[in-house]
């Protein structure tokens, strides 16, 4: 039975992936100004959708109105899917068609924002509604589905989830609402809190700094290595030390620290092409490069949870465990998965 679960874990990361690579980004930048223009000037947010849409704008209210990462002062977000009195007596009167752009009369004014959300994107109350918006000098936003749209041709900013699915687009659609939320809240208040997780996997100089403070939050792994020549050795190990905690973070020795190391015929792989692999193992989190001989320096700079080393070490020999275990965290050790050895591959003949 839990490969349901896991079945619509992949759909979501495939979707995430896509996202990634379309103009969901910029347009979420363009939608996220709008939202705090409007409030810094003074005006206020409304937002609809129908079935499980119109639970994703009660949602975006309350965490507008209430909170959402911290405590600060109320702004004015109103979801136009409630009170039940006014929504159907509109719907009876008026029809359902009108059921949002009635209160959009009642209640925007120009320079308020509207938010309609619709995976269709052709939800006839909605449409209405942003008709009405335009005339009133009104913004509109449309969350919708990857297709086009009667609201994709009429809003101002149309955030796409990257799929026609209906489940895919909602749950695309909660991390839009979050990310907006917490832009909101950000911009407005300049309120210091822990950075975020960096959005690009090899990271350098003060990067390092800024991944310190962020995996604060998190349950965070290091391991470290060579990775001359990725084996399955090392891709067994790496997917064994993401199962530690909720990133996975790689010290990777420069092409100067191999040198030292291993000798001139080394590295095998610069730098660049070694890290550039790594990270696009779906188990890797952050890839960093070091240029000493250990990697204790990085790992003071990150004080890690979890230190994890291959079994031809133990707790006592492994770079930086004194620090962890210092700091609270732990050290583990996990056996090497035979016939793989990096230095047999290069002792061969496939050179």
């Known amino acids: 039975m839990k ?3 896991l079945d619509d874990l992949q759909a979501i990361k495939m979707v995430i992936n896509t996202s990634k690579n379309s103009k969901l980004a910029d347009n979420f930048e363009i939608a996220a100004k709008s ?13 609809c ?8 704008a009660e949602h975006f209210a309350g965490e507008i109105v209430g909170r959402f990462g911290y405590d600060r002062p109320s702004l004015p977000c109103i979801s136009l899917c409630t009170p039940s009195a006014t929504f159907t007596a509109i719907s009876n009167d008026y029809g359902y068609e009108k059921v949002f752009a009635r209160q959009v009369i009642g209640f925007g004014k120009a320079g ?11 939800s006839a109350n909605i449409v209405e509604a942003f008709k009405v918006a335009k005339d009133a000098n009104i913004t509109t ?8 749209s009667k609201l994709s041709a009429i809003a101002d900013i149309t ?7 209906t489940p895919r687009i909602q749950e695309i659609h909660s991390i839009l609402i979050h990310s907006l939320c917490r832009a909101v809240e950000d911009e407005i208040f300049n309120k210091a809190t822990i950075p975020s997780l960096p959005n690009k996997k090899i990271l350098t100089g003060n990067e390092i700094k800024v991944l310190a403070e962020a995996i604060k939050g998190y349950k965070s792994v290091f391991t470290n290595g060579c990775f001359d020549i990725l084996h399955p050795g090392h891709v067994y190990i790496l997917n064994e030390c993401r199962k530690y905690g909720e990133l996975l973070i790689v010290g990777l020795n420069s092409d100067a620290s191999i040198k030292r190391l291993k000798g001139e015929s080394r590295p095998y792989h610069k730098f660049e092409d070694r890290a550039n692999v790594l990270a696009a193992l779906e188990c890797v989190d952050y890839v960093i490069g070091f240029d000493e001989d250990t990697p204790k320096n990085l790992i003071e700079a990150l004080t890690p949870n979890i230190l994890i080393k291959g079994g031809d070490y133990t707790p006592e020999n492994v770079v930086g465990a004194e620090w962890v275990t210092s700091h609270g965290g732990k050290v583990c050790i996990i056996p090497l998965l035979e016939g793989h050895s990096t230095t047999a591959i290069l002792n061969s003949n496939c050179r």
């Open 141 to 148: 936003i449309a969350l919708t589905g990857s297709k086009d």
């Open 112 to 122: 308020d924002v509207l938010i309609g959300i619709s995976t269709s994107g052709n």
């Open 3 to 5: 490969q349901y679960f």
């Open 49 to 56: 959708g129908n079935g499980g849409s119109a639970s994703d």
């Open 35 to 47: 939202l705090v223009d409007c409030l810094k000037n003074g005006n206020k947010i409304l937002i």
């Open 159 to 165: 955030l796409r989830s990257a799929s026609a699915k």
